[in-house]
């Protein structure tokens, strides 16, 4: 076990701000009140308060919450990252909380793509990454996509490797797409590259990586069946690396030709509660579905990881999975609500953790 | 009114006007029923696609709450930045009797998730559902535009041809009928005149043949006599 005196501070600390997370019964009272200046009176009462308070000054009702939500999400995985970095390696902080980077760049792209405003193109960042806000200040201040690859490139921050290798292709087709991919595939190499050793961390956060690896390979999947992708063309959309589903295997999964046919291949893997969602889900082709209860499987083994070793990775995972999983969960009850839509159905959208 | 002259070549012209006229408003009137049968038939696709597009704007609605409750709004806008954001039509015309109407081309706005300029691997199946919904509702408003501009302009073009029938039916024809009945009466009268002037000329004269001798003492025979009785 690796460097478990750090571990026990980081891990307290957690342990700490998980106890914090709200819990079932406070959701239950959200969904309960009657509309979002309720809500937005209760999550006041919560550890969200000096979050709402801040959100409060320039904005109110829904976007309040949303934004508060954002600014919380930000600061939290700022602060685990901030965490590891005092006590130890930080590179599984990064590989945690790069994906809000990846977000961030690509969202930069297609901004800088289409000429968006840069006001625009800033309030769709969430700075919860490695890249901090004025990092992504300056990112955003480029002229165009050149420029934002060019000033990654020239801070030798990683993410312009991907994107200056397929700039000439992207320039050729105009498709931001082809960077988009490149840009995803090298978020999950790098990932598997940093936790290729034999350490119990290693092991703990391969196993997280792979199996979402796994989920979204799933998806891709289900969408080249539904929108009937050649074979020939799957592969590059297809992510190496999954726990159980090689590249051969989700080739073949392709080729079944149709969702039902497919999912029956995935009998005996960890993923066979696919085949078990409503009969007219494989007539409708409702990828929705299928991807609702991959992010229900993903979220339990990520947040079931909180009972794993006390003295590893497994706790931050657990931690980070809940707390997305509760800030989405409040957006969902906020949303809805407002849309007046029926508390049964905010319920099915929830995922409890 | 008009002033006409009271002549059997202005009755003629008159009479000729009025059917000229009354063919007109036949003529007019089969136009009018023709459009009308034409708009009913385009309402009828109207409605059907006005309800068809009622039902996916809820559709597309609820897709994009779903969206946005879910994967947050700064992602949901984030995918949109990454889709084109013009969409050119080809518009050409067909006319419905006589009534420009836009046709425009049947192009597919649906895309498969491929197509979208993004990254599957990274967006959600929320979020792609609501760009299909969203396409599939911008499809039927497409459709939707070119029905009901034509249903409007064959609507603009009946009531224009309403109104030109009106016109002839209550203003020109009527008219021109009471004008040639002014005409018809002027003349008849003219020729009742005529008709009784030359009886009583003739009536002098067989009272002056009656009495041959007093020829030289009676006055002569001028319109004002023959009055006069």
């Known amino acids: 076990m690796a460097t478990s005196v750090n571990y026990g501070y980081v891990n307290a600390r957690i342990r700490g701000m998980k106890s914090r997370l709200l819990g079932r019964e406070l959701l239950e009272s959200l969904i309960l009140k009657p509309d979002t200046d309720a809500i937005i009176t209760e999550l006041g009462k919560t550890p969200y308060r000096e979050e709402i308070e801040k959100a409060a000054v320039q904005h109110a009702g829904l976007a309040c919450i949303e934004v508060a939500l954002r600014m919380d999400i930000a600061r939290t995985f700022r602060k685990i990252y901030s965490l590891f970095k005092k006590e130890m390696d930080e590179k599984y902080a990064r590989i945690l909380l790069n994906r809000w980077d990846v977000h961030n760049i690509k969202t930069i792209l297609r901004g800088k793509n289409i000429h968006e405003p840069s006001s625009e193109i800033l309030g769709c960042l969430i700075p919860a990454g490695q890249l901090d806000e004025a990092t992504l200040v300056e990112l955003v201040k480029q002229p165009d996509v050149r420029g934002v690859i060019d000033l990654l490139a020239t801070w030798r921050i990683i993410y312009s490797l991907p994107l200056t290798q397929h700039f000439k292709e992207y320039s050729e087709k105009r498709d931001l797409a082809v960077m988009e991919y490149a840009l995803d595939k090298f978020y999950f190499a790098i990932a598997l590259d940093t936790i290729r050793g034999n350490t119990d961390d290693d092991r703990i956060m391969r196993e997280m990586v792979a199996t979402e690896i796994d989920v979204t390979n799933i998806r891709s999947v289900l969408k080249m069946i539904r929108d009937r992708i050649p074979i020939e063309e799957a592969q590059e959309f297809l992510i190496p690396g999954g726990a159980v589903l090689d590249e051969k295997r989700l080739v073949l999964l392709v080729k079944a030709g149709t969702i039902k046919d497919a999912m029956k291949q995935l009998a005996g893997s960890p993923y066979e509660f696919l085949g078990q969602v409503p009969e007219e889900t494989f007539k409708q082709e409702k990828i929705s579905v299928f991807e609702k209860e991959l992010e229900r499987f993903l979220i339990r083994k990520g947040t079931g990881w909180f009972f794993g070793d006390p003295l590893s990775i497994a706790i931050a995972i657990g931690y980070v999975w809940a707390k997305f999983t509760e800030v989405t969960n409040i957006r969902i009850i906020s949303r809805l609500k407002m849309a007046d839509v029926a508390e049964k159905i905010i319920r099915e959208e929830l995922v409890y953790v | ?229």
């Open chain 2, 1 to 229: 009114m008009e002033q006409a002259n009271p002549t059997r070549m202005e009755l003629i012209r008159k009479s000729a006007q009025i059917k000229l006229a009354e063919q007109g408003r036949d003529l007019l009137r089969e136009k009018m029923d023709a459009l009308i049968q034409e708009f009913f038939r385009i309402m009828q696709n109207v409605s059907r696609s006005r309800d068809e597009l009622d039902a996916m704007a809820d559709v597309a609605q609820q897709s994009l709450l779903i969206a946005l409750a879910t994967d947050d709004p700064v992602t949901v806008k984030s995918a949109s930045f990454a889709t084109k954001r013009g969409l050119s039509l080809d518009i050409t015309g067909k006319n419905i009797m006589g009534v420009p109407v836009p046709v425009i081309e049947k192009k597919r706005i649906s895309k498969s998730v491929f197509e979208r300029g993004y990254s599957i691997i990274s967006v959600s199946g929320r979020i792609d559902e609501a760009a299909e919904k969203f396409e599939g509702e911008l499809d039927l408003v497409i459709g939707l535009a070119e029905t009901e501009t034509a249903l409007k302009r064959i609507g603009g073009e009946i009531q224009m041809t309403r109104r030109r029938v009106n016109a002839l039916e209550q203003v020109l024809i009527p008219q021109l009928k009471s004008q040639a009945k002014y005409i018809k009466n002027t003349i008849d009268e003219r020729e009742r005149e005529d008709l009784f002037r030359l009886k009583k000329v003739k009536k002098i004269i067989d009272r002056k043949k009656k009495a041959p001798g007093d020829v030289a003492a009676a006055p002569p025979v001028t319109p004002s006599s023959i009055v006069s009785g």
